[in-house]
């Protein structure tokens, strides 16, 4: 029987098929990492994992003072990458950097289908 944690991997390793994903996580609302797929090395887990985590809380912070709705992602555009924090229930989220070879919409859609099994997982 699989651990949560390796359950939590494979889903990782499964968004990671898509292509041109160049980091991937799941982190708690608090900022916790759970599990990471890293790229080279470009950021610690740990921070990134926090980093993204407060990105999202302020995001829902906002959005709910406005429209009294959650988000149920946030995408940073910059020249050549995405970053995408998508909610993940109440307790997670799935954090992926899409570089340039990457197509954010696919990625948006099977992000929808992680976000489910770890909800299940979890």
Known sequence: METKTQSLEKVLDDLGAVGGIELSAI????GLLMVSREG???LSSEAFA???AT????AESTTLRL????PKNIIVET????LITY???PDALIVVLVGKKGYVGLVLNELKKAAEKVKMII
């Open 27 to 30: 982190v708690s609302r608090q």
């Open 55 to 58: 990105l999202y809380i302020s």
């Open 50 to 52: 926090a980093l993204t």
């Open 67 to 70: 429209k009294e709705q959650k």
């Open 87 to 89: 909610a993940a229930g």
């Open 79 to 82: 020249e050549d990458k995405h």
């Open 40 to 42: 080279d090395g470009m």
